[in-house]
C-alpha cells in the first residue's frame, strides 16, 4: 500500500494545529479572566534549556511547512514534540485542559 506524502502529513497537521488553535484561545481566555498578562504565558518554560510557549508554538507551525525529506524521520517527531510541550506549559500555569483539547478533532481530506 502506498501513501503520498500529503496524505501522511497534511491530516495530522491540520488536525493538531487546530487543536493548538483552540488552546491558545482557552489560555487567552484564562488569562483575561485571572488578569495574567499574555507575555507571562507566552514566556513560560518547562525547563530552563527549553524553548518558551511562544517559541514551542512557532516550531510546530514551521515544522507543519517544511518539505518531504524531513517529514518522516524530523518534521512529524517535532512538530509532535512542539505541541505537546506548548500543551503541557499551559497545563502547567493552571489553564484546565484535557486530551480532548490536545488531540482535537480528526480532519478528513
Do not use: W
Not at 499574555?38 to 511562544?54: I, S
Not at 500555569?93 to 483539547?101: A, P, S, T
Amino acid at each position: 500500500m502506498t501513501i503520498s506524502m500529503y496524505k501522511a502529513s497534511v491530516p495530522v497537521f491540520l488536525q493538531f494545529l487546530t487543536s493548538l488553535s483552540a488552546v491558545l484561545d482557552k489560555a487567552a481566555a484564562y488569562a483575561e479572566a485571572k488578569k495574567v498578562e499574555p507575555a507571562v504565558l507566552l514566556n513560560t518554560r518547562l525547563a530552563p534549556d527549553m524553548f518558551p510557549l511562544v517559541r514551542q508554538v512557532r516550531a510546530a507551525t514551521d515544522h507543519a511547512i517544511n518539505g518531504q525529506s524531513l517529514l518522516l524521520t524530523n518534521a512529524l517527531p517535532n512538530f509532535y514534540f512542539h505541541c505537546t510541550t506548548a500543551y503541557d506549559i499551559l497545563r502547567q500555569c493552571g489553564i484546565e485542559l484535557g486530551k480532548r483539547d490536545f488531540m482535537g478533532t480528526p480532519v478528513s481530506l
